[in-house]
């Protein structure tokens, strides 16, 4: 039996699978650009805008926020939360300064059910 997944882990797992696509366009994009020319700042940047990479990445950044904050209001509602509110609290707060915080929040939040 399939888990049951709320909207914002399913609009983040959606978000992540996009953004993977589009890297490996990029990434093949690149390689022929390559052949071609010298990859510069400005024809990368063309490049992420073309392959839609800017957009996905948007968009997954916007997932990851919408999730992690689900996740906050989510755990709210368990007794270890109200145990370790201040813990809990705090970890949350750090999460935009700390990238691998960032992603095990991410992680955690994809497990909650």
Do not use: C
């Amino acid at each position: 039996m399939k888990p049951i997944l709320s909207k914002p882990q399913l609009d983040y797992m959606k978000a992540k699978t996009k953004f993977e696509d589009r890297a490996k366009v990029l990434e093949k994009r690149i390689e022929e650009t390559q052949k071609l020319q010298e990859i510069t700042e400005e024809v990368m940047e063309g490049l992420v805008l073309e392959t839609g990479f800017h957009d996905a990445y948007v968009t997954l950044t916007n997932a990851e926020n919408e999730l992690i904050e689900w996740s906050r209001v989510t755990m709210k509602h368990e007794k270890e939360y109200q145990e370790h509110k201040t813990e809990i609290d705090n970890f949350y707060q750090n999460v935009g300064a700390n990238p691998e915080l960032r992603a095990q929040i991410i992680q955690l939040a994809l497990k909650v059910r």
